[in-house]
């Protein structure tokens, strides 16, 4: 079933980790395996920022040995980085496997992802300029807490409590997902695509990568190549309701865009509240009424819509 969510703040900053994981949490019955999250905060000149992490949490249970895994594995992250030529200016642990780091690094983006990635046992979740992406099992309030994400302050952003269908209960697939190693585009989706492998594999005959066997990371990485073909995300976007089968409602977010699209059957439903101050999306309108301390109006998107919202 899954639930999905996102807020935008034109113009401004707001708590946007707070606010999502209150929306996030109000859908919990919709998702109880895993909760994600995509934040936008405010870029930093001359730098990125990177979350990645080297081990599944349950692996933590495999005894002494996963430890020793892990301390090696950050040891050899911290190498290829310096001889890619980037230069770590904070590192944090943020759990015992999952890592925050602020770097410098001006070379070709996708070599720098693909020699990390090559690391045996870690996933880079994200790598941008402002997008930070988070997820991990348990329930919305349980992750945001583990992440300290509860006062994260930024300009937008996604995410997603999912119930596993067709794939693992691993932090892998668990949405939301980083259209790799593109900065800063990341997705969340409801439903299901029909046509995932005929895509998926017209992508990687472009040169494109993927990171799991999910279809919702298609849908990431379809917008991104057409982004980088110099596509609108709004054309894109148009262009993916075309082209991409099945039932779905997704939300996109770029560095300065949140983007919202249904499929022409609408099968899955989002509700809208929009205001000058901020919008917000969810799945069901008591997501969006969490974080509002008085009465509203909300509507409801119609089949094929395609909408974008700028900071």
């Known amino acids: 079933m899954c639930g999905i969510a996102g807020i935008i703040h034109p113009g401004k900053t707001g708590n946007v980790g707070g606010e999502l994981t209150s929306m996030l949490q109000a859908l919990r019955h919709r998702g109880p395996d895993s909760s994600g999250f995509a934040v936008y905060g405010t870029p930093k000149q001359g730098e990125l920022v990177m979350r990645l992490k080297v081990a599944e949490r349950e692996d933590l249970s495999t005894g002494f040995d996963i430890f020793r895994q892990i301390e090696e594995r950050r040891a050899e992250v911290d190498r290829r980085i310096a001889s890619m030529g980037g230069k770590i200016v904070a590192a944090e642990e943020v759990t015992e496997y999952a890592f925050r780091y602020r770097l410098s690094f001006d070379g070709d983006l996708r070599r720098f992802a693909d020699y990390l990635e090559d690391i045996e046992g870690v996933e880079l979740l994200s790598l941008g300029d402002g997008l930070e992406l988070i997820k991990d099992l348990g329930e919305a309030s349980e992750v945001a807490h583990r992440y300290k994400l509860e006062g994260f302050a930024g300009t937008h952003a996604i995410g997603h409590t999912r119930m596993a269908t067709e794939s693992d209960v691993d932090i892998r697939s668990a949405h939301p997902y980083w259209a790799y190693p593109f ?93 000058d101050e901020v919008i917000a999306l969810a799945s069901e309108e008591v997501a969006i009424r969490s974080i509002f301390p008085y009465e509203i109006d909300t509507t409801d998107p119609y089949e094929g819509e395609v909408r974008v919202w700028h900071i």
């Not at 895509?199 to 990371?217: A, I, M, P, Q, T």
């Open 183 to 275: 900065r800063d585009i990341s997705l969340v989706h409801n439903g299901q695509l029909t046509n995932y492998w005929t895509g998926r594999r017209e992508l990687e005959r472009r040169g494109h990568r993927f990171l799991s066997n999910c279809d919702s990371e298609l849908i990431a990485v379809y917008l991104a190549d057409r982004l980088n073909r110099g596509y609108s995300l709004e054309d894109a976007m148009r262009a993916s309701v075309e082209e991409l089968d099945g039932v779905f409602t997704y939300l996109v977010a770029t560095s300065d865009s949140l983007g919202l699209a249904k499929d022409v059957m609408a099968a899955k439903p989002v509700v809208l509240y929009e205001s």
